[in-house]
């Protein structure tokens, strides 16, 4: 039963998901107008029935039939036939003439009978607004009648004036005049009434959803909110540093794309971060338009002390459940360079980088690694972080060497060898040089590079620099300044590296395949850290 039942919510879940995908790539194609498309309610309606010990609560905050005017090829009305289609139910007929301005998925409990030795049976709940009672109540009982004839058992009860419905793998009830519930069991449902009725107990009563609802902007079109402390239990994690205990994450478009901004909340007094950025760093300039992954900001000196670098600490365990960083998975190239010189980043390098900086991944058609850039602005301590590194290099058997390239005078660690030519008389020996890493001086920037054909494309490129390219200046303009730098992704170059590197992607993408299809590229910052709070946003450029 758990499975069936985990099957079921899991299915609506991911339809909820994909429909909000498919909609907003829809609505880009045709509409090119944001404003037309905006959130029916300000907030959650469907919190008054969710347990303030909830883990985490999803919401749609407009009607789905909004989002169907703007499909091009049927892609929301598939979602609604595949996910009724073994029901019986006819959406147009059964649910819209009553079906109202939001749905919300909730995880409840993550344990019904709260007995860990049978295992965990999470408690969901899906809330739907009703403009209809009658009709709404006609739709309940119509469904059940039918996984009646299906061989379900049905049972009734009046619970606190609510008539509940339920068999073994789904109860729903109608509650006053504004909602209808489905769930996988009964005491979800009743849980749900009880919480209604006992205001302390529904997540409306929370400090922290309190404190998070007034980070919302004013026109999303969905919203998520999580609870960190009960999803650690939930999925059994010891969370290092549990700097932030709640985030809530809202979903709005604008006329380049998609923002989804996000709040991570916390009691505790937030460090303060680094000196905000009014504008892009000037370090980008040296970054080629062809880059994949951009990664820009400032000062990477104190990075292990950010409140940014606590929250990713925690996150990374929440994720993976173990240490696991995404973020050294997606640049791999330079986690290989630290493995083979024998360096640690944050000491040997990170540490003398108190300006500006840019890192970057070049990928190539046939090539499995990408080339890498490393931009530094030349500071006081520059000079002597990069005689460590010569040291480091010495010590790994790599010898520092300068040539010069179109009269540029590039220095590089190289590694030598010596091959050997049969001859008929004696053998011939030649060495070859491999270089590991080259670096050279511009303006007032260090530059680092994987290969001469790398630093070659920084040097004959200026002109077509990631800080010129119009896509990236359409997705920075997105997000909220000053802010502490970006993380830019162009997903049509990068998407085979990042599926090898993170393999979870892929499923991502078949749920929302029509969105990633129109997916131009992601960007990724962090701004406007206030007392107790922690902002930032991921922007989703779609294509023309």
Do not use: C
Not at 369 to 387: N, R
């Amino acid at each position: 039963m758990v499975n069936r039942q985990s099957s079921l919510f899991g299915l609506i879940a991911a339809g909820a998901i994909a429909l909000i995908l498919i909609a907003i790539a829809a609505f880009w194609f045709f509409t090119k107008s944001p404003v037309n498309l905006v959130a029916s309610t300000s907030q959650p309606g469907a919190a008054i029935f969710i347990s303030k010990l909830s883990p985490v609560m999803v919401s749609l905050l407009t009607n789905p039939d909004r989002l169907q005017a703007l499909e091009r090829d049927g892609e929301i009305s598939q979602i609604k036939t595949s996910l009724l289609a073994k029901s019986g139910i006819d959406y147009q007929k059964d649910i819209q003439p009553w079906l109202g301005n939001e749905i919300t998925l909730a995880v409840t409990t993550t344990d019904l009978d709260r007995d860990s030795a049978n295992g965990q049976q999470p408690g969901y709940l899906m809330v739907l607004a009703t403009n209809k009672q009658d009709k709404s109540r006609e739709f309940v009982e119509l469904l059940f009648s039918k996984r009646v004839l299906a061989g379900a058992n049905l049972d009734t009860e009046e619970y606190q004036g609510v008539k509940v419905l339920y068999d073994s793998q789904l109860a729903a009830a109608v509650v006053g005049d504004g909602f209808v519930l489905f769930a996988n069991d009964p005491s979800v449902v009743k849980d749900a009434i009880n919480n209604v009725q006992a205001p302390d107990l529904n997540l409306t009563s929370s400090p922290q959803y309190q404190k998070a609802l007034q980070q919302l902007p004013p026109a999303s079109l969905a919203v998520t909110f999580l609870n960190f402390p009960i999803i650690a239990q939930w999925q059994g994690l010891k969370l290092p540093e549990p700097t932030y205990d709640s985030e809530i994450i809202s979903l709005g478009l604008n006329s380049k794309g998609l923002l989804a901004e996000t709040s991570f909340l916390t009691a505790s007094e937030l460090t303060p971060p680094s000196s905000p950025l009014a504008k892009p760093v000037g370090a980008l300039k040296y970054i080629p338009a062809s880059a994949g992954l951009a990664i820009s900001g400032a000062n990477l000196s104190n990075l292990g002390d950010s409140d940014l670098a606590k929250f990713w600490t925690q996150m990374k365990t929440a994720i993976s459940g173990s240490g696991t960083d995404v973020i050294s998975r997606l640049v791999q190239p330079l986690t290989e360079v630290q493995k083979t010189w024998g360096i640690n980043f944050a000491q040997d390098i990170f540490s003398w980088v108190t300006g500006e900086y840019a890192i970057a991944l070049l990928p190539h058609p046939g090539q499995i690694i990408p080339d890498w850039i490393f931009v530094v602005e030349k500071t006081e301590g520059v000079p002597e972080g990069i005689a460590k590194l010569d040291a480091i290099a010495a010590s790994s058997g790599f010898s520092s060497s300068n040539l010069s390239l179109d009269q540029q005078k590039i220095s590089a660690w190289t590694q030598l060898t010596a091959k050997q030519t049969p001859t008929k008389d004696r053998p011939s020996f030649t060495i070859e040089a491999q270089a590991q890493g080259i670096h050279t001086t511009l303006d007032n920037y260090e530059i680092f590079a994987s290969d001469l054909a790398t630093m070659n494309e920084v040097l004959t490129n200026q002109q077509k620099s990631l800080i010129s390219d119009r896509n990236f200046q359409n997705s920075v303009a997105a997000i909220p300044q000053p802010n502490q730098g970006y993380i830019y992704i162009d997903w049509v170059k990068s998407q085979g590296v990042l599926e090898r590197q993170i393999p979870v992607l892929k499923l991502i993408e078949v749920l929302g395949k029509p969105f990633f299809n129109s997916l131009r590229s992601l960007t990724v910052s962090s701004y406007s850290s206030e007392t107790n709070v922690l902002k930032g946003g991921v922007f989703l450029q779609l294509q023309e």
